[in-house]
């Protein structure tokens, strides 16, 4: 079965959404936003497309899309320190305080004993516009905030 990569968009001031919804290509969206980032042209996409990793300062960051349909999810996240990690209670008190003041949509987690930085939304409704913000967003906060958590709770 091929899943169409053709995604509504409504203009929101209409007040007939049919007459003006438009297409984009949701993959070919997300590759023009890996390009416009990726300064080392280091972008990859796995075998079944749904999947790029590409490298932004000093942090991968990795795009997925489970499919189109309006219950799938676009998610962007990065590592930014993995574990085993000193002084684990002041660290998670640090992430949970800059997830209320300096992640926008996104969030520190923890999964697989590595600190991330993670967006996830569904795809139902999803502009370019959102596109690039959520990468644009995931891969800044990862690069500002690995090299200090490293130094600070790296071993």
Known sequence: MTISTETPIVNAASESPELNTHTFNLTDTIQTVIASMDAEQSAVVNQTDDTWKFRYGTVEVVVNITGTAPTDTFTVLSTVLTYPV??????????????????????????????????????????????????????????????????????
Do not use: H, W, Y
């Open 86 to 155: 000193k002084d684990e209670a002041k660290m998670l008190r640090l992430l949970l305080e800059k997830n209320v003041t300096e992640t926008f949509e996104a969030r520190f987690a923890i999964q697989n004993d590595q600190v991330i930085v993670v967006s996830s939304r569904s795809v139902e409704d999803l502009s370019p516009a959102e596109i690039s913000r959520i990468i644009t967003i995931v891969a800044a906060i990862a690069d500002s905030n690995d090299e200090l958590l490293i130094e600070q709770f790296g071993i």
